[in-house]
């Protein structure tokens, strides 16, 4: 993947890729941007609370604003993207034409066990969490996919071995050979 482009990590909740994405922008010597941090930041308020005021709508405008202003940045950046991100076409345009990607990826009985404590997740304060994971990867997988230049399995193993791992990969040369 040339290293003068971004490289956005996409992929289902709970994959890791803001923890993955910092140790590996540390590694790779390059700024790491978490797209949710930038847009809780941007709008003084947390996630839940941009879900409870604006609903899910407001969330993806602010998050294609942010994507798109990332994307901007001349620097190359490892940017930490939302599982959603892939949801509108848009950004999927975007990504594709300013980023080297990653798909980060991770079963849904792994998605379980890693976000069994979590109480964060707008998206996860359901009844059944398991049919409600298995229905987002049904609605964002074939994009996900298509998106991917490298997929990564991160379900398992810790972070700081995941990212080495990635960076070891990333910083190969290129072969020519599809990665
Ligand atoms: C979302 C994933 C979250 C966050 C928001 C919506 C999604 O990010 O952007 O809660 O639609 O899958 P993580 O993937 O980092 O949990």
Request: glycine share 8%; aromatic share 2%.
């Amino acid at each position: 993947m040339a290293d003068d482009r971004h490289l956005a990590l996409i992929g289902p909740m709970g994959a890791g890729k803001s923890s993955i994405g910092r140790l590996l922008a540390q590694a790779l010597q390059r700024d790491c941007v978490d797209l949710d941090q930038l847009i809780e930041a941007e709008a003084g308020a947390d996630i839940a609370l941009i879900f409870e005021l604006e609903g899910e709508d407001g969330f993806r405008d602010r998050e294609s604003r942010a994507l798109a202003q990332v994307l901007a940045l001349t620097e190359p950046r490892v940017i930490a993207c939302g599982g959603g991100i892939v949801v509108r076409p848009e950004n999927r345009a975007l990504l594709r034409a300013h980023a080297g990607i990653v798909l980060l990826s991770i079963s849904v009985d792994e998605q379980m066990q890693r976000l069994a404590r979590d109480r964060q997740r707008p998206l996860l304060q359901v009844q059944d969490r398991r049919q409600e994971l298995v229905r987002l990867a049904r609605e964002r997988q074939a994009h996900y996919n298509e998106l991917a230049d490298l997929v990564w399995p991160s379900g398992q193993g810790r972070p700081a071995w995941i990212a080495a791992r990635l960076a070891e990969r990333l910083s190969q040369p290129a072969t020519g050979a599809p990665p």
